[in-house]
């Protein structure tokens, strides 16, 4: 892990130079250019794993109602269950493995950026040091709520608890531990979850079009 946090801070400081190099040197700017560069290049598995969660989505009437038909016999249960997923054409864990190879990633990314040491001025729009958490809170509340979208968008079907409870804890909780991290990787962060809710509306309009 040390490895791909000391790569990416070696690519923000790359993106830094960059800045400069256009006359607007600022390391805010340079994690934005990043996290674009990131979400680009993840883009093919990014869109397995929505594919993936979305169709897994879309089976959970048929599956629920399999579930109720068989409850009482657990070895034709299983096997109707994947009757069911080889007549959708789905495999359940087909959005596991594009997970599995974002994760060291995106764990890279975060202790890259939150252990990032700025060699000079380091504001970015009204914040005087990204380095420390943002004093007017903005970026929080930015997390929680692209969160909060990023979650509601990816998961329609808000029926379950558990769910509810993902839907509404999760954006509490980035919001929550996002007044306590520096401003530069909350930033990472906003960016990261526009992008996916891009991706997102993105991969839905296609699929209506189709």
């Known amino acids: 892990m040390d490895f791909l946090s000391?790569?990416?801070?070696?690519?923000?400081t790359i993106m830094y130079n960059f800045t400069a190099m256009i006359g607007i040197p600022n390391y805010g700017l340079a994690i934005i250019i990043m996290t674009i560069i990131v979400k680009v290049i993840l883009y093919p598995l990014t869109a397995k794993q929505i594919a993936s969660t979305t169709a897994m989505m879309e089976l959970q009437p048929k599956m629920k109602a399999v579930q109720e038909k068989y409850k009482n016999d657990k070895v034709l249960l299983n096997?109707?269950?994947?009757?069911?997923?080889?007549?959708?054409g789905i495999n359940p864990l087909a959005g596991c493995l594009p997970l599995l190879v974002q994760m060291p990633i995106m764990i890279g990314?975060?202790?890259?950026?939150?252990?990032?040491?700025?060699?000079?001025?380091?504001?970015?729009l009204w914040m005087q040091n990204i380095s420390l958490p943002d004093p007017?809170?903005?970026?929080?509340?930015?997390?929680?709520?692209?969160?909060?979208?990023q979650s509601k968008q990816s998961?329609?079907?808000?029926?379950?608890?558990?769910?509810?409870?993902?839907l509404y804890f999760?954006?509490?909780?980035?919001?929550?531990?996002?007044?306590t991290f520096p401003a530069g990787l909350v930033l990472y962060w906003v960016?990261?979850?526009?992008?996916?809710?891009?991706?997102?509306?993105?991969?839905?309009?296609?699929?209506?079009?189709v």
């Not at 809170?137 to 709520?145: K, R």
């Open 109 to 124: 990314i975060f202790y890259g950026i939150r252990d990032f040491e700025y060699v000079g001025p380091n504001s970015f």
């Open 6 to 12: 000391s790569l990416v801070q070696q690519v923000v």
């Open 136 to 149: 007017y809170y903005i970026l929080p509340v930015l997390s929680a709520l692209t969160t909060f979208i």
């Open 191 to 209: 960016v990261m979850n526009l992008m996916q809710i891009a991706q997102q509306a993105l991969m839905n309009k296609k699929k209506v079009a």
């Open 170 to 179: 999760m954006p509490l909780f980035i919001g929550y531990i996002s007044f």
């Open 79 to 88: 096997q109707k269950m994947a009757e069911l997923y080889k007549e959708q």
């Open 155 to 166: 998961m329609p079907d808000t029926s379950s608890p558990q769910n509810k409870v993902m």
